[in-house]
T-cell receptor, first 113, second 114 residues
Framework: GESVGLHLPTLSVQEGDNSIINCAYS??????FIWYKQESGKGPQFIID?????DKRQGQRVTVLLNKTVKHLSLQIAATQPGDSAVYFC????????????FGQGTRLTINP | GAVVSQHPSWVICKSGTSVKIECRSL??????MFWYRQFPKQSLMLMAT?????????EQGVEKDKFLINHASLTLSTLTVTSAHPEDSSFYIC??????????FGSGTQLSVL
């Protein structure tokens, strides 16, 4: 079956530093990718998205990079803050089938003061 | 975006009882809502797609008679966990789909079955 996975389950960075969270996906037919942030006991919160016809998209302090050649997605968070501590999930939707959102494993990001 | 309200935030129940979880789309008429389950330190797993006015579509391995879904209006979907058992303890999350692929999530319901 199709799956979306993450390289690292945990990541710790110093406050103020930049962080990079990686994600590998296996469905080459996926055309839309989303990063979500989930704080403890809460539902996922949309961060940023990217379509397959793009390789980079920037938001406020966040950048998503897409490398379709190696089926790799990354989320860069600049100048990390304590409030960035959370679990981050990548998710994909395939243009085939029922277009259901498939979540990756998740990476726990911890910002150290 | 869409504002999604989920209730209750947490519930504790005895084994064998049934629990109903509500998901409301406060500012968007949602013909489709999704129900996810999340075990500790794991990702979200789609349980079913709730369709307004029709039967829900369940994912493989999800018992439709155990997890009853009702989507009677464009703003409300309910998930009822029937005859709950300790293994049903989990974090249940609903989501609303607005424009293509954009999902907005409720705050989740932590279910603990004793």
């Amino acid at each position: 079956g199709e799956s979306v996975g993450l390289h690292l389950p945990t990541l710790s960075v110093q406050e103020g530093d930049n962080s990079i969270i990686n994600c590998a996906y296996s469905n080459s037919a996926s055309d839309y990718f989303i990063w979500y942030k989930q704080e403890s006991g809460k539902g996922p919160q949309f961060i940023i998205d990217i379509r397959s016809n793009m390789d980079k998209r920037q938001g406020q302090r966040v950048t998503v990079l897409l490398n379709k050649t190696v089926k790799h997605l990354s989320l860069q968070i600049a100048a990390t803050q304590p409030g960035d501590s959370a679990v981050y999930f990548c998710a994909e939707i395939s243009i085939q089938g029922a277009q259901k959102l498939v979540f990756g494993q998740g990476t726990r990001l911890t910002i150290n003061p | 975006g869409a504002v999604v309200s989920q209730h209750p935030s947490w519930v504790i129940c005895k084994s064998g009882t049934s629990v109903k979880i509500e998901c409301r789309s406060l500012d968007f008429q949602a013909t489709t809502m999704f129900w996810y389950r999340q075990f500790p330190k794991q990702s979200l797993m789609l349980m079913a797609t709730s369709n307004e006015g029709s039967k829900a579509t369940y994912e493989q391995g999800v018992e439709k008679d155990k997890f009853l879904i009702n989507h009677a209006s464009l703003t409300l979907s309910t998930l009822t966990v029937t005859s709950a058992h300790p293994e049903d303890s989990s974090f249940y999350i609903c989501s609303v789909q607005t424009v293509r692929e954009k999902l907005f999530f409720g705050s989740g319901t932590q279910l603990s079955v004793l």
